[in-house]
């Protein structure tokens, strides 16, 4: 009962690709907690709330629709992710 209003309002506001964008802030977030030693859980939690954040502020610059700053903060987490990851000193096996 609650996902279909909650869709449609998801829709509504053009932030469809949100869950998307967290999951890519998620990467991010494993990045830097395996980079500074930190819970790897609290990594993604900072890092998810992070991107939140920034886009509730970008959005407010009403210069780019949500979707355009969904994709940008998607795709930028996502590669600064595997930056990261490829920067790390002991080699991370990210498929297993």
């Given at each position: 009962?609650?996902c279909?209003p909650?869709?449609?309002?998801?829709?509504?506001?053009r932030?469809s690709?949100?869950?998307d964008?967290?999951?890519h802030?998620?990467?991010?977030?494993?990045?830097?907690?395996?980079?500074?030693?930190?819970?790897t859980?609290?990594?993604?939690?900072?890092?998810a709330l992070a991107?939140?954040?920034?886009?509730s502020?970008?959005q407010?610059?009403?210069?780019?629709?949500?979707?355009?700053?969904?994709?940008?903060l998607?795709?930028?987490?996502?590669?600064l992710?595997?930056?990261?990851?490829?920067?790390?000193?002991?080699?991370?096996?990210?498929?297993?």
């Amino acid at each position: 009962l609650m996902c279909g209003p909650l869709g449609c309002f998801t829709v509504w506001l053009r932030l469809s690709y949100f869950g998307d964008t967290i999951g890519h802030a998620a990467l991010l977030g494993v990045a830097l907690s395996l980079a500074f030693g930190a819970d790897t859980t609290l990594g993604i939690i900072v890092s998810a709330l992070a991107v939140a954040v920034l886009l509730s502020a970008l959005q407010r610059a009403r210069d780019m629709g949500s979707d355009t700053w969904l994709g940008v903060l998607a795709h930028g987490a996502l590669a600064l992710g595997l930056i990261l990851i490829a920067l790390l000193e002991s080699p991370v096996d990210v498929q297993a």
